[in-house]
């Protein structure tokens, strides 16, 4: 199952510990349909962090609307699943229960536990099931987190950077790993991240957000078909386009493209 979400007219606005006014998000309005998957992109404190946060419920705007399926969002649900940069796994608990732990913050472990193992087998960890955080690798850490997001069987997955901590092979990988599970299982997802070629690979509309105040500036159809070729024409000449957007067509080339 997945839900449609939408977003009118949202301001947020800090103070900070010096107590300046801090315009986080200025007049967003944004609809995404059941089942898409959506990357934002933008400058790094343009607020793409502070969207999905609200998106989620972890914080609530001075002024505007955001519902999901038309029901408006007030707090936080398991119906919208969130995977943080590190992954923000349970440095105690084994793969296993890491992924267990959703259910039982339900009080529905003892029903779905033999989800467990599906999930397990789901997100490729087979045979690491006893294993702690510290004895896998970062990549096979992002997908326990996932599949903690996912057991819940939320209608929408809000993912902050989950790849950005990770190495270029390690991250096609679980870029890879991410849209078997959205074909599978057909999540709503939104995706936060700074890697324009990822937000290609992956979407299909990428959200250009300005500067502080993060605005919404341009949103980009990605009508490329799958599965996508990251050295394909098409796929550069889009690339080519995001880049100049920002004015950095003419920086010197590097191996992965950072905004």
Not at 67 to 93: C, H, M, N
Not at 199 to 205: E, P, V
Request: glycine letters at 8%; hydrophobic letters at 40%.
């Amino acid at each position: 199952m997945s839900s449609s979400i939408s977003i009118s007219r949202v301001n947020r606005v800090y103070t900070d510990t010096d107590g300046n006014t801090v315009n986080a998000l200025a007049d967003v309005s944004l609809d995404i349909k059941a089942g898409e998957f959506i990357s934002i992109i933008g400058p790094s404190g343009c607020g793409k962090t502070t969207l999905l946060r609200l998106i989620a419920g972890l914080d609530k705007p001075q002024s505007g609307e955001l519902s999901i399926d038309e029901r408006a969002i007030k707090d936080v649900s398991t119906e919208r699943g969130y995977v943080f940069q590190q992954g923000g796994l349970f440095p105690w608990l084994t793969v296993e229960k890491n992924i267990a732990y959703g259910l039982k913050a339900r009080g529905v472990f003892k029903r779905d536990r033999s989800k467990v193992s599906d999930y397990i087998s789901l997100v490729g960890l087979d045979g690491f099931e006893s294993a702690y955080p510290h004895q896998i690798s970062g990549g096979m850490a992002q997908r326990v987190a996932i599949a903690r997001a996912l057991i819940n069987e939320p209608k929408a997955l809000l993912l902050d950077e989950p790849m950005g901590a990770l190495d270029s092979f390690t991250r096609a990988d679980l870029q890879d790993k991410l849209l078997e599970l959205w074909k599978q299982k057909g999540t709503t997802m939104i995706l936060v991240t700074h890697d324009i070629d990822e937000a290609i690979y992956l979407s299909d509309r990428i959200v250009i957000m300005t500067p502080r105040p993060g605005k919404i500036s341009s949103i980009v159809n990605v009508d490329l078909p799958r599965p996508r070729h990251r050295g394909g024409a098409e796929f550069l000449a889009l690339r080519k386009s995001i880049l100049e957007f920002f004015e950095l067509a003419q920086a010197q080339p590097q191996p992965e493209y950072i905004i």
